[in-house]
């Protein structure tokens, strides 16, 4: 007998990040090939005729794991009973527009949904908040949800984590599956902080493989900071079938275990490493048994802390930035 199908929520559900995930997710990339599943699809008024477009192309595919799709512009109806969602859409940045109101336009999309959840989804829900500003988000989300485990709201630095694969992979002529415990500290955002001071390649220090610290620091950071500009540059859109996958990587890793491997997460924080607790934050950490764990007692050198610092100060602005609003 096959098992009963989860539910899974999506917003920005017409968006071109969307456009990639939806259809892995419904081909059993994100919780296995013997894993039916529901997607609850949510959007603005305005894209629902997109949407619909969108789902014609999942019911051509004929997934045979993918039992039914619900269209909606009501978070309320996206988020019933649902055990995971991707919350991709958000208010992105418009011509002139400030930071402040940029947060402002957002804040209010994820305590609606943040509240939304609290009042429909699962108890044990997973939630990975994509869009940007997208620890903030997650931080209002998780605020506005009093009745849900703090734990259960997690953003993506994941994209980031990959990247910063993908430059050591290069840079040491090491294949990416050879490569373990790399970091991203931080925000998602040009403040983040890469890390392989601890990464290692076949058992072996890949720091000390690589020997050189002026590549680490003004080619290595600002590559993996800067990628996401630099893919909108090249492309004329911004990531969005990397940014799927790697959604996909932290929701599979989380549900399924990332089998003792290093993985980066925007999590709240426990207070480990000096950051405030609760403050939503890129950390390394296990996933087993559908948790997570902070990888613990790092040693963090004093360049290291100041990078840290630097996202740190980044997100307390922003977060401190949107407190009035969450009441
Ligand atoms: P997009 O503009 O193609 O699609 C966004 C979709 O969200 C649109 O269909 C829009 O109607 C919808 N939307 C807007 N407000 C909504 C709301 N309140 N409720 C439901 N849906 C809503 O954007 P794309 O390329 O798919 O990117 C989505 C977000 O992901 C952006 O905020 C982008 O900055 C962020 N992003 C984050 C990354 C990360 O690593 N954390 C990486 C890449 C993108």
């Not at 603005?44 to 192309?57: C, H, N, R, T, Y």
């Not at 988020?79 to 958000?90: C, M, N, R, W």
């Not at 290069?170 to 998602?188: C, F, L, Y």
Request: net charge negative; charged share 20%.
């Amino acid at each position: 007998m096959s098992k009963p199908a989860k539910r899974i929520a999506i917003s920005g559900a017409a968006g071109q990040i969307a456009y990639s995930l939806l259809f892995r997710i419904a081909n059993g990339d994100l919780l296995g090939k013997d894993q039916p599943v529901i997607l609850q699809l949510l959007d603005l008024p305005q894209a629902q005729a997109a949407v619909k477009g969108v789902v014609m192309e999942l019911e051509d595919c004929a997934f045979e794991l993918l039992q039914d799709i619900i269209i909606t512009d009501d978070p309320k109806i996206a988020f019933k009973d649902i055990d995971y969602a991707l919350l991709v859409g958000a208010r992105p940045r418009s011509k002139g527009m400030e930071r402040k109101d940029l947060l402002s336009a957002n804040a209010e999309i994820f305590t609606v949904q943040g509240r939304a959840l609290n009042e429909m989804a699962s108890r044990n829900v997973k939630i990975l908040v994509v869009g940007n500003p997208a620890n903030t988000n997650a931080y209002i989300a998780m605020k506005s949800a009093p009745d849900l485990p703090q734990k259960n709201f997690t953003s993506m630095m994941r994209l980031d984590h990959n990247r910063a694969l993908a430059q050591l992979a290069a840079q040491s002529k090491q294949p990416i599956a050879e490569i373990e415990k790399v970091i991203v500290w931080g925000n998602h955002s040009p403040t983040m902080y890469p890390d392989f001071r601890f990464a290692t390649v076949k058992g072996a220090s890949l720091q000390q493989m690589l020997n050189d610290e002026a590549w680490n620091r003004t080619v290595f950071i600002p590559t993996v900071a800067q990628r996401g500009t630099a893919v909108i540059e090249a492309r004329g859109l911004s990531s969005a079938a990397s940014a799927a996958n790697a959604a996909i990587d932290h929701m599979r890793d989380w549900a399924l275990g990332s089998n003792g491997r290093w993985v980066t997460m925007g999590i709240p924080s426990n207070g480990a490493y000096g950051i405030p607790e609760g403050l939503l934050y890129g950390f390394p950490v296990t996933t087993a048994n559908g948790d997570y764990t902070v990888v613990s007692d790092l040693e963090i050198d004093t360049f290291s802390r100041e990078r840290m610092d630097l996202a740190l100060q980044e997100l307390l602005e922003e977060q401190n930035g949107v407190k009035h609003l969450l009441g």
